[in-house]
């Protein structure tokens, strides 16, 4: 089994016929219990039940179910946050497991129910999996999400506290499973923000040609590393950088914090003077995720940011 997928977006719909859920930065999974065994599967339909035993065992007991949702962990900023999951997403010995587990504990996010006591509800409607769902009382590591009405306000909401975004999905919509049904929509927010430039990388085969920067953030710790910007640097937009950043060269880091050694080979360090535009996934994170160049912010500087 696959779970039901969601189709990209361009805006919430908007009317009666629509709900709204938090889009999480998790890990999906389909959980069943059948003949009081608990098994746990992928997207991609692997069992991946051992890798996260705090989740394996049902708050409802032995009780025939299947149900579908996401597996959610938060970084050091109170955020879902998928990278705090990686290194557990793979893990298949049950020890290594259970001291994962007590050092970054992972939630279950519950967002539909598929089958309960031996009846099937894929082909009810979703209010009406959600209504059944809402009144199993499931808590503690597994948790029901709540559903809104206003998908503008979730979408305002979630923007402003740093989530990943919205799935809007059709009240009336039956789940078919490994379907990216258009009656499930996810709207995935952008944030475009300033940072300071303290690295380039040259593109791979070459020892000058610019390809991607390394950028930071203003803090009162100092210049801390958010990542490396590929995304937005074509022919053009490297000659400029190429020029901007000519005699800026140092020798060490301008960063506070450490530089992950993927990202620090064959870097170019420089003096952290030029401030970008970075569009990115997502706000509130140690790195950026999916992030790109959108230009140089000649009317900023480091100061200005900080400010």
């Known amino acids: 089994m696959r779970p039901m997928l969601a189709t990209p977006g361009s805006h919430i719909p908007n009317g009666d016929e629509w709900a709204h859920e938090v889009k999480w930065d998790g890990v999906r999974a389909l959980t069943e219990v059948r003949d009081g065994t608990l098994r746990m599967t992928s997207r991609n339909e692997n069992a991946i039940t051992i890798a996260w035993p705090e989740l394996a065992t049902s708050p409802l007991g032995d009780r025939d179910l299947l149900v579908d949702g996401e597996i959610i962990a938060l970084n050091e900023r109170g955020l879902p946050d998928f990278r705090t999951l990686q290194e557990r997403m793979h893990v298949r010995k049950a020890t290594t497991a259970a001291r994962l587990a007590d050092a970054v504990p992972a939630i279950y996010m519950v967002f539909d129910l598929l089958r309960l006591d031996g009846r099937d509800l894929t082909s009810e409607p979703l209010e009406k999996r959600r209504e059944l769902l809402t009144g199993l009382g499931v808590d503690a590591s597994w948790q029901v999400p709540a559903s809104y009405d206003d998908g503008a306000m979730l979408a305002e909401a979630t923007r402003s506290q740093g989530l990943e975004g919205v799935v809007s999905k059709r009240r009336t919509s039956v789940y078919r499973f490994g379907e990216r049904s258009p009656h499930w929509r996810k709207h995935a927010h952008r944030h475009r923000l300033s940072y300071v430039v303290g690295g380039w990388r040259p593109q791979e085969g070459t020892s000058d040609r ?25 022919a053009k937009q490297s000659r400029v950088l190429t020029e901007l950043v000519s005699g800026l060269s140092r020798d060490a880091s301008p960063f506070a914090d450490e ?17 970008v535009d970075i569009d990115t996934h997502g706000v509130g994170y140690t790195r950026l995720r999916q992030p790109s160049f959108q230009g140089v912010r000649s009317d900023l500087t480091p100061e200005d940011l900080f400010r």
């Open 210 to 234: 610019l390809a991607s920067l390394l950028v930071g953030e203003q803090t009162p710790d100092g210049l801390l590393y958010r990542g490396r910007v590929g995304s937005g640097i074509g």
């Open 259 to 275: 530089v992950p050694t993927v990202d620090a080979r064959g870097t170019h360090w420089l003096e952290p003077v030029v401030v």
